[in-house]
């Protein structure tokens, strides 16, 4: 852990010119080492909290003659700088926030000041950090300061907001503190051992063990669309070639917002596009490798294409309404389902594409072939029924629920998830020992092993390791 007392700085604003950049400075240094090379009407020591104020940054702390300065050689800047008293600030530590022009080296230079006036360069998240050690946030709303910076959809920025203001939080004390009770009614209990009491009564005991399993249990289960609502969900479209996979992606890249274009994706060959339909992420790979070869280069392409299908949340496959169903639709139909963890139909989006030139398939035939009830018609060109294929792209990603954009509490991370399942475990051992008749001790063990996994989630309890590997994932400055 870096030592908490250092006063620190970075430069809190992306890499790059802008117009302006924010260098931000916390600790119980911040204020008088900013004034060292700040010239305003007033030294920063004298200003009122949360007021924004005008001066100068001057590369010459001691010189007294830029007590007022005018046009000096040593002046670097024209700034507004803001001053955050404690505990009032984002990091409850004295805070200052240095607004200057948004060049790369100026800001630079700016920081290179402040470190050689008493403070020290911040590591990756500390300020984010001494939010979280001095109590302004709990663990799970630090993470969500760094998914609300990553936010990239309407939805990816509700579910971080949401977390932020504390709705996991909230949702994971009031089980905890259910536990809590649970926990102390038992220690009563051995408190009075010799006095044979019987302070809970094992079945009722039981009972609450059972509903704060159910309880935490129907929490996991909103992992999925927690992620989902965050990172996005993975969509590959599949078909022969030329039944217009391309025309689809560029359409839907037109009608719905494109966020980043061909990034490139986790190899060479796959690129992926990311689609932003109604607020919710659609992470687009593109698979023109799919297709059988006998090419030993080009046979690693569409392992990896395949791959891609495995991995995705959602596969839309694609067929020419204007040809008969072939070979290769059916081969691909079965590779398909070959590559896929399970055989379900979970996921499977089907549609059928050109509906604008006569028609040679119907709905009936290719929903029989792939397995499918619901078969849908487009017109990749003419843009026609996009509406319901949105609609079921959304449905396939969030479930029947696709009106979204809750504030609920979302499991959003792993991190949280693998606690939460600790906590099932432990309580299951609980139950287990209350079942077979054990006494109190026993289960108050397991009581208190849940208790920690649910601390941890929102830091209560928890490890250097723990907040090592959570803050270095943040960028320096934040
Ligand atoms: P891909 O190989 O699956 O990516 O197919 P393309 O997107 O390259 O499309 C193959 C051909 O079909 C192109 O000439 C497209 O203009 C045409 N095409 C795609 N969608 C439609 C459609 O909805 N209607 C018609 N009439 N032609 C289409």
Same mark, same amino acid.
């Given at each position: 852990m870096y030592h908490q007392d250092d006063t620190i700085a970075a430069i809190s604003t992306p890499r790059g010119s802008g117009g302006i950049a924010v260098i931000r400075i916390s600790g119980s240094l911040a204020i008088c080492t900013a004034d060292t090379i700040f010239r305003g009407k007033a030294s920063l020591e004298k200003i009122e909290s949360h007021r924004?104020? *005008?001066?100068?940054?001057? @590369?010459?702390?001691? @010189?007294?003659?830029?007590?007022?300065?005018?046009?000096?050689?040593?002046?670097?800047?024209?700034?507004?700088?803001?001053?955050?008293?404690?505990?009032?600030?984002?990091?409850?530590? @004295?805070?200052?926030?240095?607004?200057?022009?948004?060049?790369?080296?100026?800001?630079?230079?700016?920081l290179e000041l402040l470190l050689h006036n008493g403070t020290r360069m911040a590591e990756p998240g500390e300020f984010t950090q001494r939010a979280f050690l001095n109590g302004r946030l709990d663990l799970s709303q630090a993470e969500a300061v760094a998914d609300l910076i990553s936010a990239r959809t309407?939805?990816?920025?509700?579910? +971080?907001?949401?977390?932020?203001?504390?709705?996991?939080?909230?949702?994971?004390?009031?089980?905890?503190?259910?536990?809590?009770? *649970?926990?102390?009614?038992?220690?009563?209990?051995?408190?009075?051992?010799? $006095?044979? *009491?019987?302070?809970?009564?094992?079945?009722?005991?039981?009972?609450?063990?059972?509903?704060?399993?159910?309880?935490?249990?129907?929490?996991?289960?909103?992992?999925?669309?927690?992620?989902?609502?965050?990172?996005? =969900?993975?969509?590959?479209?599949?078909?022969k070639p030329n039944v217009g996979k391309s025309s689809l992606m560029n359409a839907l890249l037109k009608e719905e917002r494109a966020i980043v274009t061909d990034l490139p994706g986790t190899?060479?060959?796959?690129?992926?596009?990311?689609?932003?339909?109604?607020?919710?992420?659609?992470?687009?790979?593109?698979?023109a490798g799919l297709r059988t070869t006998s090419d030993a280069v080009e046979k690693e392409g569409v392992l990896r294409a395949y791959q891609q299908v495995r991995d995705a949340e959602i596969v839309l496959f694609l067929f020419d309404g204007s040809?008969?169903?072939?070979? @290769?639709?059916?081969?691909?139909?079965?590779?398909?389902?070959?590559?896929?963890?399970?055989?379900?139909?979970?996921?499977?989006?089907?549609?059928?594409?050109?509906?604008?030139?006569?028609?040679?398939?119907?709905e009936a035939e290719v929903g029989q072939r792939v397995g499918v009830s619901d078969v849908l018609q487009i017109s990749a060109t003419l843009h026609?029924?996009? $509406?319901?294929?949105?609609?079921?792209? *959304?449905?396939?990603?969030?479930g029947p629920e696709?009106?979204?954009?809750?504030?609920?509490?979302?499991?959003?991370?792993?991190?949280?998830?693998?606690?939460?399942?600790?906590?099932?475990?432990?309580?299951?051992?609980?139950? =287990?020992?209350?079942?077979?008749?054990?006494?109190?001790?026993?289960? +108050?063990?397991?009581?208190?092993?849940?208790?920690?996994a649910l601390g941890e989630i929102i830091g209560e309890v928890t490890t250097e390791d723990v907040l090592g590997n959570i803050f270095s994932k943040f960028c320096i400055g934040k």
């Open positions: 924004a104020v *005008l001066g100068k940054i001057v @590369d010459a702390p001691n @010189d007294q003659s830029t007590e007022n300065p005018t046009i000096s050689a040593s002046i670097l800047d024209e700034v507004i700088v803001v001053v955050f008293r404690a505990p009032n600030s984002f990091t409850c530590e @004295d805070v200052v926030e240095i607004s200057c022009h948004g060049g790369q080296y100026l800001a630079h230079r700016i309407e939805a990816s920025l509700k579910s +971080a907001l949401a977390q932020f203001q504390g709705a996991l939080s909230a949702r994971v004390k009031k089980i905890r503190s259910t536990l809590l009770d *649970l926990c102390s009614l038992l220690e009563l209990e051995l408190d009075f051992a010799e $006095e044979d *009491l019987e302070f809970a009564n094992k079945e009722e005991v039981a009972a609450r063990l059972q509903q704060t399993r159910d309880e935490i249990q129907s929490f996991l289960a909103t992992y999925e669309r927690g992620k989902i609502l965050r990172e996005g =969900a993975k969509l590959v479209i599949v078909g190899t060479r060959d796959v690129l992926e596009e990311q689609l932003d339909i109604r607020g919710v992420l659609f992470r687009v790979v593109d698979t040809c008969e169903l072939d070979r @290769d639709d059916r081969s691909l139909i079965d590779e398909v389902f070959k590559s896929r963890k399970d055989d379900s139909r979970a996921g499977i989006v089907v549609a059928i594409n050109k509906v604008d030139l006569p028609g040679k398939l119907s026609l029924g996009f $509406e319901s294929l949105e609609t079921k792209l *959304l449905e396939k990603a969030l696709t009106s979204l954009i809750s504030s609920d509490a979302m499991v959003t991370n792993i991190r949280q998830k693998l606690a939460l399942e600790g906590g099932i475990q432990a309580l299951d051992r609980a139950l =287990a020992s209350v079942r077979k008749g054990l006494s109190g001790e026993f289960v +108050a063990v397991d009581l208190k092993e849940a208790l920690n």
